[in-house]
C-alpha cells in the first residue's frame, strides 16, 4: 500500500533470506509455529492507520457508555453466566479488512471485534527476529503509543500478573499444546515466566482452584483465560470430570469470560461509523435485501470464520433455526493491494489493545496481519499459495 517500500522490498527479498527468517522463527519453539508465516510484512501509511485507530476509539467510547453491559447482557448465554465479572476486558482485539472504494482507493473496513487475547506473547517476539532478516524503512513500526519491545513485556506482566505471585497465574487453555496458537503460548510463558495448564488439570477444593507445579499442588490466584467458549462447549463430552465455569470460584479471570461475548460481533449492529460495514441482527429484519448477493451471514459466536455464509442465497437465511444468534452483514470488497511476485493478496490487520486496572480506557499497543489471496482469510484458502499467512504490519509515524 506504500508503492515505493512495496517495490524495494519485493526486488530485495529471496527465497534464502526467508528460509533464513523461517528457521530463526523456528529454532526457539521448534514445530510450535502451526500456520504458515508469510513471506513479508505489511506497510500502512499515515492516513489508512489513522482511520483504523479513529475505529477503535469510536467503538472503545461506546463500550464505555453507561448503557453498554444492559445492552450486551442479552449476549451471555444464560448457561454461562459467571461471577466476578471484572470492570473491563483487559484485552480488545479490532479485525480490519483493507477494502476498495468506489474511486478504487483503499479503506479500512471493521470485520469483527473480540473482548478476549490474540497472540499478545507472540507478537512480542515475532518483529525482532522478522527485522534481523529484513530491512524496515526508518519512520514504521509495529507497536505503537511509543511502547516498544521492553516496555510492552513489562505491560504485560502489569496486567496478567499484577500483584499476584507468579505461580499463582496461569494460561488456562483447552488441550494447550494441540493448539495452532500454541507458539503464543510458549512465548507468553518465555516472557512472563506464567505455566501453561490445561483446563483438564485444574483441582477444585471447595471455592479454591489448584494446578500441579512441578508436583506441588498451587492455588491458582489469577486466570489468563484463553478458552474459546465455542470450543470448549464443542468437545466438552470428551474432556471428562472438569470443573464448571460457572461455579463460585475464588478465582480473576484475565479476561472475564463474558466479555468474548460482550465485544463481538454482538456489538457491531449497534455501531454506526464510515468504517463499520452496516450489520443487522438476523432475527429483526422486517424484510430481506433484494440484493442478498452484497451480504455476507455471519454467527454471533464462533471462531476462526467458522459458519460464515459468503454467497448467500434465501435458501441459506431458511435454514436458520435460531436468527436471534445470527447478523446479516453488508459485503465490503477486499483489495488486492500487496503486489508479490504472481498474484496480489489481500489483507486484514488486527489492532491490540490493552486495557490496565486503573486506566479510563484500554492502550493501542501492537497488531498482526494475515494475507490472503483466497475468498476469505484463513489457512483453507489458501493452501499452495505463497505470499500468505501470518505477519505483522508496520504502521507509518
Given at each position: 500500500?506504500?508503492?515505493?517500500?512495496?517495490?524495494?522490498?519485493?526486488?530485495?527479498?529471496?527465497?534464502?533470506?526467508?528460509?533464513?527468517?523461517?528457521?530463526?522463527?523456528?529454532?526457539?519453539?521448534?514445530?510450535?509455529?502451526?500456520?504458515?508465516?508469510?513471506?513479508?510484512?505489511?506497510?500502512?501509511?499515515?492516513?489508512?492507520?489513522?482511520?483504523?485507530?479513529?475505529?477503535?476509539?469510536?467503538?472503545?467510547?461506546?463500550?464505555?457508555?453507561?448503557?453498554?453491559?444492559?445492552?450486551?447482557d442479552?449476549?451471555?448465554?444464560?448457561?454461562?453466566?459467571?461471577?466476578?465479572?471484572?470492570?473491563?476486558?483487559?484485552?480488545?482485539?479490532?479485525?480490519?479488512?483493507i477494502?476498495?472504494?468506489?474511486?478504487?482507493?483503499?479503506?479500512?473496513?471493521?470485520?469483527?471485534?473480540?473482548?478476549?487475547?490474540?497472540?499478545?506473547?507472540f507478537?512480542?517476539?515475532?518483529?525482532?527476529?522478522?527485522?534481523?532478516?529484513?530491512?524496515?524503512?526508518?519512520?514504521?513500526?509495529?507497536?505503537?503509543?511509543?511502547?516498544?519491545?521492553?516496555?510492552?513485556?513489562e505491560?504485560l506482566?502489569?496486567?496478567?500478573?499484577?500483584?499476584?505471585?507468579?505461580?499463582?497465574?496461569?494460561?488456562l487453555?483447552?488441550?494447550?499444546?494441540?493448539?495452532?496458537?500454541?507458539?503464543?503460548?510458549?512465548?507468553?510463558?518465555?516472557?512472563?515466566?506464567i505455566?501453561?495448564?490445561?483446563?483438564?488439570?485444574?483441582?477444585?477444593?471447595?471455592?479454591?482452584?489448584?494446578?500441579?507445579?512441578?508436583?506441588?499442588?498451587?492455588?491458582?490466584?489469577?486466570?489468563?483465560?484463553?478458552?474459546?467458549?465455542?470450543?470448549?462447549?464443542?468437545?466438552?463430552?470428551?474432556?471428562?470430570?472438569?470443573?464448571?465455569?460457572?461455579?463460585?470460584?475464588?478465582v480473576?479471570?484475565?479476561?472475564?469470560?463474558?466479555?468474548?461475548?460482550?465485544?463481538?460481533?454482538?456489538?457491531?449492529?449497534?455501531l454506526?461509523?464510515?468504517?463499520?460495514?452496516?450489520?443487522?441482527?438476523?432475527?429483526?429484519?422486517?424484510?430481506?435485501?433484494?440484493?442478498?448477493?452484497?451480504?455476507?451471514?455471519?454467527?454471533l459466536?464462533?471462531?476462526?470464520?467458522?459458519?460464515?455464509?459468503?454467497?448467500?442465497?434465501?435458501?441459506?437465511?431458511?435454514?436458520?433455526?435460531?436468527?436471534?444468534?445470527?447478523?446479516?452483514?453488508?459485503?465490503?470488497?477486499?483489495?488486492?493491494?500487496?503486489?508479490?511476485?504472481?498474484?496480489?493478496?489481500?489483507?486484514?490487520?488486527?489492532?491490540?489493545?490493552?486495557?490496565?486496572?486503573?486506566?479510563?480506557?484500554?492502550?493501542?499497543?501492537?497488531?498482526?496481519?494475515?494475507?490472503?489471496?483466497?475468498?476469505?482469510?484463513?489457512?483453507?484458502?489458501?493452501?499452495?499459495?505463497?505470499?500468505?499467512?501470518?505477519?505483522?504490519?508496520?504502521?507509518?509515524?
Amino acid at each position: 500500500m506504500v508503492t515505493g517500500i512495496r517495490n524495494q522490498f519485493n526486488a530485495s527479498f529471496t527465497a534464502d533470506k526467508y528460509a533464513a527468517f523461517l528457521d530463526d522463527l523456528n529454532h526457539r519453539f521448534p514445530g510450535a509455529i502451526d500456520f504458515r508465516v508469510a513471506e513479508t510484512p505489511v506497510f500502512i501509511e499515515k492516513e489508512l492507520g489513522r482511520q483504523m485507530i479513529d475505529t477503535c476509539e469510536h467503538i472503545i467510547d461506546f463500550i464505555k457508555t453507561a448503557g453498554f453491559l444492559s445492552l450486551t447482557d442479552r449476549a451471555i448465554p444464560k448457561q454461562e453466566y459467571m461471577r466476578n465479572q471484572n470492570d473491563h476486558s483487559h484485552f480488545i482485539a479490532f479485525d480490519f479488512g483493507i477494502c476498495e472504494d468506489e474511486n478504487g482507493g483503499h479503506y479500512p473496513a471493521l470485520i469483527e471485534m473480540q473482548g478476549f487475547p490474540t497472540l499478545f506473547g507472540f507478537q512480542a517476539y515475532y518483529p525482532a527476529v522478522l527485522e534481523k532478516h529484513f530491512e524496515i524503512p526508518k519512520g514504521y513500526a509495529t507497536f505503537f503509543n511509543g511502547i516498544h519491545q521492553a516496555s510492552y513485556v513489562e505491560l504485560l506482566k502489569e496486567v496478567i500478573i499484577g500483584n499476584n505471585k507468579t505461580e499463582e497465574v496461569i494460561l488456562l487453555e483447552i488441550k494447550p499444546h494441540q493448539q495452532k496458537t500454541r507458539i503464543d503460548f510458549y512465548c507468553t510463558k518465555e516472557l512472563l515466566g506464567i505455566n501453561i495448564v490445561c483446563i483438564t488439570e485444574l483441582i477444585k477444593e471447595g471455592r479454591n482452584l489448584y494446578y500441579l507445579n512441578n508436583g506441588t499442588k498451587t492455588r491458582i490466584s489469577r486466570i489468563y483465560n484463553r478458552v474459546i467458549a465455542d470450543e470448549l462447549n464443542a468437545i466438552k463430552d470428551q474432556l471428562g470430570d472438569i470443573i464448571e465455569f460457572t461455579d463460585d470460584l475464588a478465582v480473576e479471570w484475565i479476561p472475564h469470560p463474558h466479555w468474548f461475548y460482550r465485544i463481538s460481533k454482538f456489538t457491531l449492529p449497534y455501531l454506526h461509523h464510515p468504517c463499520i460495514p452496516e450489520t443487522q441482527f438476523l432475527h429483526e429484519l422486517k424484510t430481506l435485501p433484494s440484493d442478498l448477493e452484497n451480504y455476507v451471514l455471519k454467527p454471533l459466536f464462533s471462531f476462526a470464520g467458522q459458519g460464515v455464509v459468503i454467497d448467500l442465497t434465501k435458501e441459506d437465511l431458511e435454514r436458520i433455526q435460531d436468527p436471534e444468534n445470527w447478523i446479516l452483514q453488508r459485503k465490503v470488497k477486499y483489495a488486492d493491494c500487496i503486489q508479490t511476485p504472481d498474484d496480489p493478496a489481500k489483507v486484514e490487520i488486527r489492532l491490540m489493545y490493552v486495557w490496565k486496572d486503573g486506566d479510563d480506557r484500554p492502550t493501542l499497543v501492537t497488531n498482526l496481519a494475515r494475507l490472503s489471496k483466497g475468498k476469505m482469510i484463513g489457512v483453507r484458502y489458501n493452501k499452495d499459495k505463497e505470499w500468505v499467512g501470518g505477519s505483522v504490519a508496520y504502521f507509518e509515524q
